[in-house]
């Protein structure tokens, strides 16, 4: 007699997205995300360009002529439209840096419920990993999140987000593609 693959358990399906959640993407090297959110129905489109959790490059392609920001140790500078860059706000180094491991962490410990579940894409097999979370200081009183993770990597290759902030509905897509050789500039004095 041959019996059915036994589900994930509950268990440790909610400590499989803790974990997820409370690592970051740049763990296994940098990569480039593509950023669709949904904010009040009104849909912003940005491309992420991710060498660690404080060095990123962000360009939004909708809505056009936005400048491109660039992300480094606590700093944000925005293109100044003639190949250099404009200081728009600063913080410590080592604030920026604990703010997104406080921010993962605070993410991981309000998992209240998850689900894991395989799929097939374009002949891979993918698993799905997704979940409520509860209060979160960023994302307010609940976030509903999912990870699709290539089951043969490990590499994430999507994450959304869906929560009501203020009011306002808000839902995050990014489509993850690694980029091993990714270099961004730095920003001036560094």
């Given at each position: 007699?041959?019996?059915?693959?036994?589900?994930?358990?509950?268990?440790?399906?909610?400590?499989?997205?803790?974990q997820l959640l409370a690592t970051s993407l740049?763990?296994?090297?940098?990569?480039?995300?593509?950023?669709?959110n949904m904010v009040a129905g009104m849909r912003q489109v940005f491309r992420q360009h991710f060498?660690?959790?404080t060095h990123?490059?962000?360009?939004?392609?909708?809505?056009?002529?936005?400048p491109d920001t660039l992300h480094y140790d606590g700093g944000a500078w925005t293109a100044d439209g003639a190949g250099g860059w404009?200081?728009?706000w600063q913080i410590p180094a080592e604030e920026a840096a604990a703010g997104m491991v406080a921010q993962r962490q605070a993410m991981a410990a309000a998992v209240e419920n998850a689900r894991c579940t395989t799929e097939t894409r374009d002949g891979r097999m993918m698993e799905r990993i997704s979940g409520l979370l509860g209060e979160t200081p960023t994302f307010?009183?609940?976030l509903a999140v999912a990870y699709l993770v290539d089951a043969t990597s490990g590499q994430v290759t999507h994450l959304t987000y869906d929560y009501t902030?203020?009011?306002m509905e808000m839902q995050a897509d990014y489509v993850i593609s690694p980029a091993p050789n990714l270099t961004l500039p730095l920003p001036p004095s560094n």
């Open positions: 007699m041959t019996l059915p693959a036994a589900p994930v358990l509950a268990d440790d399906c909610a400590a499989r997205l803790s740049t763990a296994e090297g940098p990569y480039i995300a593509e950023n669709v060498v660690s959790d990123f490059l962000v360009e939004q392609l909708e809505p056009a002529g936005m404009t200081l728009a307010g009183p609940s902030l203020n009011g």
